[in-house]
């Protein structure tokens, strides 16, 4: 947890240091040495909220903690040893099949024996989180989280490590932009946007003496990687009470989600870890895992109290804005107003002001940008009677082959059937959850646990800022006209959005897949 909270804090300095000097070696160092003050202010800042959530804390029954060597897969070393071996083939297979050569898709670059491994893989990890996680044993939490981040890091790897060269094409820009802040400190003109990134890998560079090739290509796929299984599983065993296993295979949703490209650093795939991670940490709404030992170090998500996760969401919310607008402002937007919706009884009027500001954000920052650059204001449509445009987001794209053979017509349709899946999911997660009063035994929203102020305003909340960006997006489509901007750009920003807006509703799609295979049993 701290951790995370350095990283974006230095985030934060960083960037304010690049506006008024830069990123030198001398700033770098003195960042460096903020660092501890940092750690021993915020450690103060929570230390109150920390013992009041310890004194929350269930106290462990026999059952709860087993100390006898019962039969679970992590206590036969066999089978954690056959993942990491199966782990060692994949990269070995990758770094023995990189390629300068241009290909269409990754996977000519390897052989069929690479998807069975992966398959077989990911089979035996499922399976020892299964058996490992069960509630009425102690879960091996950290082995299950080394497990699952090792597996999600090849996941989200292969293509780094495929192509020395690097991929993307806007990769290639944002790496310059840093190597350039590395060397001269600053880029001219200094852009209100994606500094959240430049500075901060430019400051890793000159603290660590990594390569910006490497810090920068592995950023996203390392933190993610590391981040996600401890948030995700926290978050969901507070507010869904669901099994530990379940729990903690939930992840595995996130990079079934084609859009959610954690495996490639830019600004935008930044704050799309920033998001996954802000909701998450809304859902868990300062409420420990009640089956997390008193001395377990709190990971972000995974403890804390009101006054620790409204700063959480502050900071993730200024480190998404400073990074990429785009869906940062809305993000940072959205945290003040959970503070302000915890401390009013006007609950209706905030979820209102919310909806707007989350909506017409985007449009604003947009028409601000043109108005800064000279290029006067936008076109204003009736959004309305221009719906054709935004409805055309949602065709099939120009890069699917036109009369494909049969195999690839149903990958097609598989892929777009992914997105309206989790939708149905989410639907019959939250519609269960509400029905059932969100009160599960021993969860986070039981009626004879305590409630903190936030956690009655997650749902709604989450609800209604997915709904708002899906709006920001048809009025940036719809709405505003752009005459000197490529018709490509106008539909690809408002399908960001459109994206973005899929992740506040994920944690409802994880316990909505739980709940339908229950009922299927």
């Not at 950290?142 to 890091?153: D, I, K, N």
């Not at 990769?171 to 500075?199: D, N």
């Not at 699917?400 to 097609?412: M, Q, R, S, T, W």
Request: glycine share 4%; aromatic share 14%.
């Amino acid at each position: 947890m701290i951790i995370a909270i350095v990283a974006l804090v230095v985030m934060l300095l960083t960037t304010a240091t690049y506006y008024v000097y830069g990123i030198t070696q001398v700033t770098s160092i003195l960042i460096l040495l903020v660092i501890p003050v940092i750690v021993v202010l915020w450690r103060k800042y929570i230390r109150s909220d920390e013992l009041s959530l310890q004194a929350k804390f269930v106290s462990p029954t026999p059952t709860d903690f087993v100390a006898t060597q019962s039969v679970t897969p992590l206590s036969h070393f066999s089978f954690p040893i056959s993942v990491f071996l199966l782990e060692s083939f994949l990269f070995f297979t990758l770094f023995t099949h990189q390629t300068t050569d241009l290909m269409p898709s990754p996977w000519q670059a390897v052989g069929p024996w690479f998807f069975f491994t992966y398959a077989a893989a990911t089979g035996v990890l499922f399976w020892i989180v299964a058996h490992c996680c069960r509630d009425e044993a102690l879960p091996r939490l950290y082995s299950v989280f080394v497990l699952t981040s090792l597996h999600l890091f090849l996941t989200w790897s292969i293509t780094s490590i495929l192509y020395p060269l690097g991929w993307g094409f806007d990769a290639f820009v944002h790496r310059a932009t840093e190597s350039w802040i590395a060397t001269h400190g600053y880029i001219l003109p200094k852009l209100p946007y994606y500094i959240g990134q430049y500075s901060f890998v430019a400051w890793l560079h000159n603290i660590t003496g990594i390569s910006i090739y490497w810090l920068d290509v592995l950023l996203v796929p390392i933190s993610a990687s590391l981040l996600l299984p401890p948030t995700v599983y926290y978050s969901l065993r507070s507010a869904f009470n669901l099994p530990a296993k379940v729990a903690a295979l939930s992840v595995w949703l996130i990079p079934f989600v084609p859009f959610l490209s954690l495996n490639l650093t830019t600004p935008h795939n930044v704050v799309l870890l920033l998001t996954i991670a802000f909701v998450f940490t809304l859902l868990k709404s300062g409420v420990t895992c009640g089956d997390a030992p008193n001395n377990l170090p709190l990971l972000l998500g995974a403890g804390g109290g009101v006054r620790y996760n409204a700063g959480m969401l502050a900071l993730i919310g200024l480190a998404a804005m400073i990074t990429h607008p785009l869906i940062g402002v809305p993000l940072f937007i959205t945290s003040i107003f959970a503070i302000i919706y915890q401390k009013t009884k006007k609950k209706k009027t905030i979820l209102v002001a919310l909806f707007i500001s989350v909506a017409l954000a985007a449009p604003a920052l947009f028409t601000l940008n043109n108005l800064r650059v000279g290029a006067g204001w936008p076109t204003f449509s009736n959004p309305l009677t221009n719906i054709t445009h935004f409805l055309e987001l949602f065709e099939r794209p120009y890069w699917y082959l036109d009369h494909a053979p049969l195999v690839f017509e149903i990958l097609y349709g598989w892929e777009r059937m992914i997105v309206p899946v989790v939708v149905g999911l989410a639907v019959l997660g939250m519609f269960s959850y509400v029905r059932s009063n969100a009160r599960p035994k021993g969860s986070a929203f039981n009626a004879s646990v305590e409630r903190t102020p936030l956690e009655s305003c997650v749902t709604p909340i989450l609800l209604t800022v997915s709904l708002a960006l899906f709006t920001s997006g048809w009025l940036l489509r719809s709405w505003l006209v752009f005459p000197d901007v490529v018709a490509y750009e106008q539909g690809d920003f408002p399908l960001r959005l459109i994206k973005a807006s899929i992740i506040f509703i994920l944690p409802f799609s994880m316990y909505g897949l739980y709940i339908l295979i229950e009922k299927m049993k």
